[in-house]
């Protein structure tokens, strides 16, 4: 029984996550190729703000400290009621998986000559297109 609701509760979340939009603050160039990757709510469980906090810090000191480019980006649910610190990486798509997967992460996002991914990294769904990323990119002013 506890398998059916382990198996319930990861298929709600892959769902979740097919709907996710990213609020940015900067214009971004769909053209190339990069990834969405969070360090918070590891293995999809909502950790404490604090925590949530550190996790990302220590995300953004690793990525600092392998030189890989990045900017801040803002995963959430649609109506904006669920939001999740997120980076923005320019890398190959074994690296963020790599990196996801050091950060006990889920999933990732993978955009590619301007389509958004869905790629699984702990989960065993099968990675799902989902359209065209900047129909999911929110621009907010500073």
């Known amino acids: ?20 939009v990213f609020i940015c603050h900067q214009v971004l160039n769909c053209n190339i190729d990069f990834a969405i990757i969070s360090a918070q709510n590891p293995a999809g ?12 810090k220590e995300f953004q000191a690793y990525l600092n400290q392998q030189k890989l480019p990045y900017r801040s980006v803002i995963g959430c649910a649609p109506d904006h009621s669920f939001q999740e610190k997120s980076w ?36 065993t769904q099968h990675e799902e297109s989902l359209g065209n990323f900047s129909e999911r990119l929110v621009l907010m002013p500073d």
């Open 45 to 56: 469980v909502t950790g404490h703000p604090y925590l949530n906090l550190r996790r990302d």
């Open 88 to 123: 923005i990486v320019l890398c190959e798509k074994n690296t963020a998986i790599t990196l996801a997967r050091q950060f006990e992460q889920n999933a990732i996002y993978w955009v590619e000559q301007g389509e958004l991914f869905l790629v699984p990294v702990l989960l």
């Open 1 to 20: 029984m506890e398998h059916l609701l382990l198996l319930g509760l990861v298929m709600s979340l892959w769902e979740s996550y097919k709907t996710s």
